[in-house]
C-alpha cells in the first residue's frame, strides 16, 4: 500500500482524485487537503498529488520534497526557472523524486508520442482536434504542442516541406500553421475532447486518435505516476518517461 | 439492351465509362464518340453520355434532343441561362428527357443529401474534406455544396447560430466559413477525395462519411442515370432525383 | 407552453426527461409520477412522457388517451396485439393521438433511416457497434434492427447477395449473419454506445456513425415527440415518423 | 547511388519496385532479373530485392550473400530452420546483411509497433480490420499477427483478462478470439486494405488506423530497407527494426 495526500482535495480534479485513490487496492488515502487546510495534514503521505494552481504549487513543492514526500503534479504554470527550483531543492533531499506532467491523459501522451515517432516516415501529416464549443481557445493546447513534436521531428530527419498545391483557398480553409504544420479545430456540440493525427505518404495513411469520453480519463494516468514516481531518480517531466516507450 | 452512346470517349472519365457500359448486361455501346469524330456516329443510341467540355456541351446537347437521343451529362458550365436552353429544347421534342448531374459519386451526392436532412436535428454541424495534396482549390466544390445545402436547410427550420465560445484563435484554425457554416480542408500525400459531415447535439454525434477510393467511383452514379432517364420527364438536374429518397 | 407530465419520473431516464422539460422555454413540467403516485396527479398535463415498465405502460396508456392526454412513450414491450388495443383506445377517443418509440436517439434514428436508403445502392453493407463492456447482449438491438432495415431494403430493390470470398475463417471473424448482413461488436472500456454503418461499392465507401457521448442523448428525441405528437393524427410507432424525412 | 537489382521483377510488386527505384535519386536499377533470367544478372548490384517465391528465395539468398549483395527479401515462407540457414550465410561471409520483411507498409508495420506498446495502458484492446471481398482469409495476417503482438504484451504487463459482460450472442458476433483478443473481418466492395486497433480504458479511447490505398503502399518500405540495410550488421527480420522507434 503506497500512502498518498491529495492537494487541491476538493477542487473538480482533486476530488476524481481521491476517488481513484481511494478504489486502488494498492493505495490508500491519507491526507485530502484543500486551500484552507493545513499543509501539516500531508504527513506521513509518501506520494503527493498536487492538481493546484500556480500560485501555491512552487510552496507545496517545496514542504513535499523537503519533508520527504515524492509529488506529482498536475498544475500549470511551469518554467525553465521553476523546473531549475525544483531540481535544486531535489538535489538537497537525495531520495526524493517529483514528477510533473501538463497532461495526464495517457492516450493523449501516447497520441503525441505516437505521431511524433510516425512523422518521419510519411510526406503529409495534418492535425484535427475536435472540442465542446464551450472551449475559448483554437487550436487546443494539446494540438499545437503534438504540431510542435511533429515539426521537430521533420526538421531533425531533415525532411522536405509537405506537398500542397492550394492555390485558391476560402480564407482558412486549409487551417492554421503551426511550425509548418496544419492544425484544423473543430467545435460540436455533444463531442468533449478528441484528437486525430492523419500522416499520409505514397499510397498508405496513418490515423492515431485520441477520444476524452468523460472527465475522469486522466486518473489512471495519475494514479501510474503515483505508483512509479518512487522509482524514477529527480525530476521527471511529462508523463511518457513512465511508459516504456 | 438499352442502346448507348458515349461523347468524349477518349477523355479520362469517358474512358471509364466506356468500359462500365461494355461490361452491363443491360447495355450496349453502340458509339464511342470523342472531339475529331463526327456526331452522326451516334445515330442509333438511345441513351448518351456526354463527359466532354462547356464549350461544346450545348451543341451535343441540342443534337441529341432534336434527334430522340436521352443526355446523360456530367459536363460542368450550367447556369440558369442554358438550363433554360436546354428545357426548351425538351418542350420542343415531347418524349425526350436529360440528365445534367454536377457530381456522379452516389456516395457523396448520398452524403450531402443525408447531411440536409439531418441539419436540422443538431446544434452544430462542421465539415471536413480531405484530399491529395495536388488539388488547386481549398474547400472543394462538394463541401462548399454541402455547407451551402446545410445552412439553407437550418435557414428553413429557423435555427439558432451554432454555439461556439472560441475566444483566442490561431489565424485559420477554426476553418473556413461558408454560409456559417466551419469548413476545414486537409491535404495529404496518400489520400484520394473525402468528406466528413459532423453533426452535433446534446450527448449524440452524427457522422456521414464519404470515402473516393479510385477514379472510376463515378461510373455506377452514371449507369444509374442511363438506365432510368428514359422514364423521368423532362430536365432532371442532380443524380438524387433519381435516387427515390 | 405545452404542460407535460412524466410518468417513472424518479427512474434513470424520467429523471433526465424532468430536467429537460424544466429547462425548455416552451415546456411547463406540470406533473412528476412515479410507480407509488395516484394517476391523477397527471390531469392537466396535454401530453405525457412514459418511461416504465411493460407490465403497467398499457394502463398508462389507457388513463392517457381516455383523459385526452396524448401520450409519448419510450417504455419497451409492444407487440401487434398491444398496439391494437392502443389503436382501438385513439379511434374512441378522436382528437388524442400517441407515439410510441424503440428509440428516442435522434442520431441513431437517422442513421437507420440513411442506412436503408443507402442500402440499395451499394454492392455490400456491414455493421460494426462498439459499446461499453457491461453490456450483456452482442450485437445491440439497435444494430439488428438496422441489419433488418438494410436486408429488407435490398430484398425489395432485387439486389445480388454482396460478394465475399472467404474461404478460411477463424470461427466468428466475419461477424453474426443477422438476415444476410454481416454485423460485428465490439465491447470496449471507456465506450458508451456507438455504430457505423459503412456500405461499399465500386471505388466508392459511405460511412454512417452514430456516437453516444452521454446518458441524456436520448432527450432532444423526446422533447422533439413532446412538440409533435398533438399534430401527428392517431399511433405513429417510431421518431423517423416525425423528422420529415 | 546504391547500385541495386530486383529478383522478381516482373512480378505485379516487382514492378513497382523497379519503377520505385527508377524514380529514386539516390537508386540506380542495375538488374532486373525474373525466373527466366540468369542470376548472374545481378552482379554489380550492391543490394538485391527479392519478391519471388518461397521455392526459390533461399537459393537466391544464399548466392547473393555469397557474392556480397545484401538482400532485401519480402518474400514469404520464413521459419525458424530457414532463418538459421541465412545467419549461416551471413556469419560465413561477414560484412553482408540481410533484411527479410513480412510486411513492407510503414504504416502498418507502425500500427502494429504502437499496438503492442500502448497495450499495456488500456483495460481493452480489439481489432476491426477491413478488406476487399477478394479476399480469402478472414482474419487478415496483419490481423492475427497485431493480436498475438498486443497478447503477448498483455502477459508481459501482466494485466487481467480485458472485462466482457457478453451473456448473450449472437454467433460470431463477439469476432474471433485471437490469444484473448477480439478480431473483426469485414469484407467490403470498394475497399482495399485497412485496419483499426482501438484501446480503451476508464474515459479514454486510443485508435490507431492504418489504411492502404493502393497497390504501390509497400514501396516506401522497400527503398528504406535498400538505404539501410547496408548498416545493420547481420539478419534483420522486421522493418520496425530499422525505423528507430
Redesign the interface.
Known amino acids: 500500500m503506497i500512502r498518498v495526500g491529495v492537494l487541491g482535495a476538493r477542487g473538480r480534479v482533486g476530488v476524481e482524485v481521491c476517488k481513484a485513490v481511494e478504489a486502488a487496492d494498492d493505495l490508500e488515502l491519507v491526507a485530502a487537503v484543500d486551500r484552507d487546510d493545513p499543509v501539516e495534514g500531508l504527513a506521513g503521505a509518501e506520494v503527493v498529488v498536487d492538481f493546484t494552481h500556480p500560485d501555491v504549487v512552487m510552496d507545496n513543492m517545496r514542504w513535499c520534497i523537503e519533508h520527504g514526500v515524492h509529488p506529482v503534479v498536475g498544475t500549470t504554470g511551469f518554467d525553465a526557472g521553476r523546473l531549475a527550483a525544483v531540481r535544486g531543492w531535489l538535489d538537497a533531499n537525495p531520495g526524493v523524486n517529483a514528477l510533473i506532467a501538463p497532461n495526464f491523459?495517457?492516450?493523449?501522451v501516447?497520441?503525441m508520442h505516437?505521431a511524433q515517432?510516425?512523422a518521419?516516415?510519411?510526406?503529409?501529416?495534418?492535425i484535427?482536434e475536435?472540442h465542446h464549443?464551450?472551449?475559448?481557445?483554437?487550436?487546443s493546447g494539446t494540438a499545437?504542442r503534438t504540431a510542435e513534436l511533429v515539426a521537430e521531428a521533420r526538421r531533425k530527419a531533415g525532411m522536405a516541406p509537405?506537398?500542397?498545391?492550394?492555390?485558391?483557398?476560402?480564407?482558412?480553409?486549409?487551417?492554421?500553421?503551426?511550425d509548418g504544420v496544419?492544425?484544423?479545430?473543430?467545435?460540436?456540440?455533444?463531442?468533449?475532447a478528441h484528437q486525430e493525427v492523419?500522416?499520409?505518404?505514397?499510397?498508405?495513411?496513418?490515423?492515431?486518435?485520441?477520444?476524452?469520453?468523460?472527465?475522469?480519463?486522466f486518473?489512471?494516468g495519475v494514479l501510474?505516476g503515483v505508483r512509479r514516481v518512487r522509482e524514477i531518480p529527480g525530476l521527471t517531466v511529462g508523463l511518457e518517461h513512465l511508459?516504456?516507450?
Open positions: 491523459g495517457i492516450a493523449a501516447l497520441m505516437f515517432q510516425a518521419r516516415y510519411f510526406d503529409s501529416v495534418e484535427v475536435l464549443p464551450n472551449k475559448a481557445d483554437a487550436p499545437r509537405m506537398p500542397d498545391a492550394t492555390s485558391t483557398e476560402l480564407d482558412g480553409a486549409r487551417g492554421a500553421d503551426v496544419h492544425v484544423h479545430a473543430v467545435r460540436l456540440a455533444g463531442l468533449i492523419i500522416l499520409g505518404g505514397d499510397g498508405e495513411i496513418l490515423t492515431i486518435r485520441h477520444d476524452t469520453m468523460n472527465r475522469s480519463s486518473t489512471p501510474l511508459l516504456d516507450l
